[in-house]
Structures are given as structure tokens and as C-alpha cells.
């Protein structure tokens, strides 16, 4: 390592800072939507670099279009009686977030504080969210919830939901993003070809130009070009998306004055911020529409939704149709189980009306063929198949297996 040149060290400084801008720390309770190549990948195929209980390093892909959008469930139990630190349902997770079985009425809502991504309650952790901006907003919704007479409260409530299962907002919204950071993504790919494959290039003196001072400072020149060129999209593009946000907005486009390196994964940062409280079955079922209409666009014969989108729509009805049991910890209220219960089956039903609308057989969604033949249940929620007929699946909170139907080829017990 002694011997390496000073040109050579600026090198691998680039590319450790380049690994360590496509990566995203994702809190537990978040579920990542990784887009390469036009398509957002499977979140449950996703694997962390590092992880620990509160969260996981997720590389956000590779190039610069790559992007990691994170989508961030309603993380408690709201209804007219209060508010619950308790949620059933737990759509493409591997790990459930926070569930601290808080219950507290709308009067004690007013003592709801924030502390970073959390909201506490009597200095107690009520929820966590991705990110302080998104705790931010809860609390305030909560509050404006709070402040509302008794009979105007439960539209609220109602409303605070709908938004969550609202597809065609979610898809204006991600098509915004893709617009705005086109110009974006076309500077930083072109800085990303000048930085790495071109400067590489040219140290090895593989380029067929002749390696004087007059090359070396049209190389540095133009790769000036591309790196300001991108920090100027990206104030453009986040006055776009975010446009009340001054302040992020020229803390953004001075952190890409510092490295070159910085604006390379910015179309990704962008977008971490870009929605709300969303379910996951929402934001797969409008970025297939945003996809189906970019294939009409261009007479590109494609399915209406890919076999990845159909496993992960099936997975969240699935979730919804048999939540888990959360296991709740030592001293919380006995009414919060109870209180999540009651609340889910809002859930359950906008999930399956969003499920319809898109045109879907729930039926087929639901149902499972046995891959092995000594099977005899499976897992509902989950699909993990048994050898007996009745069992219990323990990572699902203890549901109960469903038979299969006998079948040919299934061997005798």
C-alpha cells in the first residue's frame, strides 16, 4: 500500500466514497424498493451489507440511475377510540419495527414528542419511523387529528388512511421524481464515465491521445463541467420535488460542491424523502401502471404486471388476509392486541379493494400448490410448508396451518 502513487490513492478514495454514497441505512419497519434497469426489485430478495435490529445498510444499486426508494407503512393502530403503538399487519418485512403496545386517547395525544425518527410518550418510544422529517410529519397529523371535534374526527382518521392506499397519488408522485432527475441522471452517468472508466484510461495511458499537461487539463476541465453541471440539477430537481424545502435544497447542492463523487448517487437521495405513508401494495401497483404506460407509449408489448410484481402484491394480501401476532413486550396495555385487531380490518378491505381495482384475482393469489410431497400444511401468511396437518408457524406470531388439498403425486403419512 506504501507504493502507491498520489494519483492512485485519489482513486481508491473515489471509489470507497462512491461505495459508502450507494448505500442506505433503512430502519427496521421500512421496507426498500431497489429500481435498476427500469424495475424496482423485490425488497424480500434484497440483503443488507450490515444490519442489527434497528435497521440495515442496503446498497441502493450500483450506477448512478440507480435508486433506493424507501416505503414507510402507517406504523400504529389509529382509530376513534386513540392511538396504538401496535400494528398487525407487517407487508414484505422481515422484521417488525417498534411495537411498544402504548395506548393513549386523543386528549393525551397533546404530550406526543419527538426525538428524532421517534415518537415518545411519556419518555416512552410510542413508534419509528425512517427518518425525523417523516416523525415530524406523523406527529403533526396526529395532533391536527387530536384537535378536531369528536364527529369531524373520524373522517380524518378515514382520510389519514385512504391516503396510504392512494395509487394514482403515489404514481404521480414517483413520475415527478423520474422527471425531474432525467437531466439529472444523464450528467451524473456521463461524470461517473469521465471519473472512473475515462480516468482509469487514461492513467494507464490506454487512451489514444498523447499524455501531456494540455490532455491533463482537458480531462480536469471537462470533468469539471459534468460535476457542476450535476450539482446544478440537483438544486433544480429538488426545487421541483421539494419545493418548500430552501434550506435541504442548498444544504444539498453545497454537499455536492465537495466531492465529485457526492452527485453521483444524488438522483437515489433525492428520492428518500419522496413519499410519505404509503403501504407497499400501493406503491407496487402504481409503479406497474407507470410502467404499463411507458410500454403503451412506445408499443412495447409487456404483461400487466411482471411475476415479481404479482408475488409481491400476493405477499401483501397474504399479510393482510393472516397478520402476524406481534409479541409485545412485558407491562403494555392487555387492550392493545385487541385494539390492533379491531383496526385491521380497515386494512384488510382497502388492501383487497386496491388489489380488485387493478384487476387482480385475489383467489389466485392466495392460493398455494406444495412444493415438496411430504408436505401436508403450509403457512398462510408466509407459504412455509409442514409435515403434519396441524401445526403452528412460530415466525408468523403462531397462525395456524392450512391443509393442502390432496393431490397426485402427494405421499402417505
Known sequence: MSNLTDVQWIFIVLAILY?????VWVRTGTIPFVRTQKMFRNPMGLRGSIGNESGKLQPAGWLPADTLIPVQPIPLTISERGICGVTLSMPLLRQRGVQSGIVLTWDEANELKQDG?????????????QSPQLARLLKSKLLKIASL????RGEAIEAFKDEAFDAE???DRVELWRRSTRRLCIASSMLFVWLFPVGLAKYADLLPIVQDWRSLIGYLVIGLIFWWWSVLEIYLAHRKLYRDQRASRWKMFFTGLISPVVPLRMRSTLARDLLTFVHPVTFVI?????????????DDCEPA???AETIMIGQCLRDATHPGIPVLPDGCSEDALLFAQEDHRGTLERVQN???SAGLDRQHLLHYQAEDSHSRSYCPRCLTEFTINEAICVECGGIATEPFE????MLPI
Open 19 to 23: 461505495i459508502f454514497e450507494s448505500h
Open 117 to 129: 425518527h421517534r415518537l415518545m410518550f411519556k419518555n416512552r418510544t410510542l413508534c419509528a419511523v
Open 149 to 152: 371535534d369528536t364527529d369531524q
Open 169 to 171: 397519488a403515489v404514481a
Open 286 to 298: 402504481a409503479t406497474a401502471r407507470l410502467r404499463q404506460q411507458r410500454c403503451r407509449a412506445t
Open 305 to 307: 404486471f411482471t411475476e
Open 354 to 356: 386496491l388489489v380488485d
Open 406 to 409: 390432496k393431490r397426485e403425486g
